[in-house]
Nanobody
Framework: VQLQASGGGLVQPGGTLTLSCAAS????????IGWFRQAPGKEREAVSCISATGGTTDYRDSVKGRFTISRDNAKNTVYLQMSSLKPEDTGVYVCAAPLIRHTTLCGFSPYEYDYWGQGTQVTVSS
């Protein structure tokens, strides 16, 4: 599975961005997707995930109520809508998929994910 994240950019605090995770040469609908981010000097952290079925989603506490993960299987894309952005949301955002398909759950451990895409930079600054 080849994944590509896009949609990052520079946004002011309180602004919104929508990230996309697209798959090439594969059916993204078969896979759960996790979004991770890494800020300079910090460890990579999980942000959100969605199961292959779309029935399970999860968010880290600091983004709950501000971020929404969704999937459009017809477009082979998973989205991360980010609103009320804060400077601490700054980082390189990467999407990842596990080896196992058709999952009904999703998790935050990076060890659950086998395929990692290129990241997209999100900078929240005034």
């Amino acid at each position: 599975v080849q994944l590509q994240a896009s949609g990052g950019g520079l946004v002011q605090p309180g602004g919104t961005l929508t990230l996309s995770c697209a798959a090439s040469a594969s059916t993204l609908a078969d896979y759960g997707i996790g979004w991770f981010r890494q800020a300079p000097g910090k460890e990579r952290e999980a942000v959100s995930c969605i199961s292959a079925t779309g029935g399970t989603t999860d968010y880290r506490d600091s983004v709950k109520g501000r971020f929404t993960i969704s999937r459009d299987n017809a477009k082979n894309t998973v989205y991360l809508q980010m609103s009320s952005l804060k400077p601490e949301d700054t980082g390189v955002y990467v999407c990842a998929a596990p080896l196992i398909r058709h999952t009904t759950l999703c998790g935050f451990s990076p060890y659950e994910y086998d395929y990692w895409g290129q990241g997209t930079q999100v900078t929240v600054s005034s």
